[in-house]
T-cell receptor, first 111, second 111 residues
């Protein structure tokens, strides 16, 4: 099974700023995903991070707000841009290696 | 109707009890079914991964899939306080790889 390292594990940010979250997988994987988990809620897919092409965003999520990079088969970043308190959430990186495996998440608080 | 329905609980049981967790779904295209365990402030951890209808057992855990009824279950035998967590069901509808999650059931096992 894939081991996923995600950082930072948590951060407190000022509104209007941006935060980049990094996700490193210990093996090459074709598919990587970014999810959001709001307090008391389940996971919602933000986008699929495609290696060598633009990410595919789900309804309600846009590239300007959540730019994603996928420079190779083991690494991806998610940036949360121009943050507001409504962006306070847990952001999770996932990789498909058979089933999907998850990182430990980034707990973001925007003040 | 939501694609995946899961009773959020909370569910409280005494140590040693058999726990039954359930999800129903509406989309017959779902082919893969997963159960994740999520401890507080941690990422989801894969517990069970099944494809076909029937039962799959792994230690104290049994996953059951009934595609005709669009119903999946996770049974935990001899439950332990360390099983206290939120359990999320998830389904993968196809080649896109993204998962549809239930809301999660919060389980508490009392010593």
């Amino acid at each position: 099974s894939a081991v996923i390292s995600q950082k930072p594990s948590r951060d407190i940010c000022q509104r209007g700023t941006s935060l980049t979250i990094q996700c490193q997988v210990d093996s090459q994987v074709t598919m990587m995903f970014w999810y959001r988990q709001q307090p008391g809620q389940s996971l919602t897919l933000i986008a699929t991070a495609n290696q060598g092409s633009e990410a595919t965003y789900e309804s309600g999520f846009v590239i300007d707000k959540f730019p994603i990079s996928r420079p190779n088969l083991t690494f991806s970043t998610l940036t949360v841009s121009n943050m507001s308190p409504e962006d306070s959430s847990i952001y999770l990186c996932s990789a498909m290696d058979g089933p999907a495996f998850f990182g430990q998440g980034t707990r973001l608080t925007v003040v | 109707q939501k694609e995946v329905e899961q009773d959020p609980g909370p569910l409280s049981v005494p140590e040693g009890a058999i726990v039954s967790l359930n999800c129903t779904y509406s989309n017959s295209a779902f082919q893969y079914f997963m159960w994740y365990r999520q401890y507080s402030r941690k990422g989801p951890e894969l517990l069970m991964y099944t494809y076909s209808s029937g039962n799959k057992e792994d230690g104290r855990f049994t996953a059951q899939v009934d595609k005709s009824s669009k119903y999946i279950s996770l049974f935990i035998r001899d439950s332990q306080p360390s099983d206290s967590a939120t359990y999320l069901c998830a389904m993968d509808g196809g080649s896109q790889g993204n998962l549809i999650f239930g809301k999660g059931t919060k389980l508490s096992v009392k010593p």
